[in-house]
């Protein structure tokens, strides 16, 4: 069994040691890529002088672009399983083992939840979760708790699947189109800490607009795709 985290950065000069570094130091039976979105800072300097292993892309491709480069990368290497960890500190470690379990019981996507026993918030932020929850249980007949959580852990086929569609994400509505497709989600419960240093790129305004992207592909655009054929689970996939 072998897993990637892949690191998606983007002008994360101020996190990225001490993330890649407690991976390096705590979890060295995970391997690891930075993929370094043409950052604006010096956070591909950093990682070169620390030796991280790193995919240097020359322009910003946005986290779609960043992240299937790492999932090629995944599929080029032979990895069984690849997991999307946010640059900026939130994700924790520990769950990885927890998601990974969950994954190898047969599941095609293993979301880190928030909310998986527990209440979402009452706030602005946590209505456009549960507008865009809505919308996947509406088109999927399936009840996603978290949607907007970037901490997925992603199977063989998955990997293979996403490195190669330039019109899948690692955003919500692609999460519902693979259910649409016949592939496995679950939810484990997670928590998240709150980004430390640096500034992140959503604000309230370019939240709000991102949620209501969603729930629009979601309800009118994800739908009426034919769904994907999905690759029978092979001798890696099986569990």
Request: hydrophobic share 40%; glycine share 8%.
């Amino acid at each position: 069994m072998k897993l990637l985290i892949i690191v998606p950065a983007y002008n994360e000069r101020e996190n990225i040691e001490r993330v890649i570094d407690q991976l390096i130091q705590d979890y060295p039976q995970y391997s690891y890529v930075v993929v370094n979105d043409g950052s604006k800072d010096d956070t591909a300097q950093i990682c070169r002088r620390k030796g991280y292993n790193l995919i240097d892309l020359p322009v910003n491709l946005g986290l779609a672009g960043g992240f299937q480069a790492g999932m090629q990368y995944a599929e080029k290497h032979g990895f069984d399983y690849a997991i999307q960890y946010d640059a900026d500190g939130q994700h924790r470690a520990e769950y990885i083992g927890k998601l990974l379990e969950e994954c190898e019981k047969g599941n095609d996507i293993v979301i880190g939840s928030r909310f998986a026993e527990k209440k979402k918030p009452l706030s602005l932020r946590m209505l456009g979760s549960r507008l865009i929850s809505g919308a996947i249980r509406i088109t999927t007949f399936r009840k996603i708790k978290d949607p907007t959580s970037g901490m997925r852990v992603y199977s063989r086929r998955m990997i293979e699947l996403f490195a190669h569609h330039t019109n899948l994400s690692p955003e919500p509505d692609s999460v519902a189109y693979m259910i649409k497709s016949g592939a496995k989600v679950s939810e484990v419960q997670v928590e998240m800490d709150e980004r430390i240093a640096g500034v992140s790129y959503l604000n309230a305004p370019k939240a709000m607009f991102y949620m209501l992207r969603m729930v629009v592909s979601i309800l009118f655009i994800q739908v009426f795709r034919s769904p994907v054929r999905l690759k029978e689970p092979g001798p890696k996939d099986e569990t």
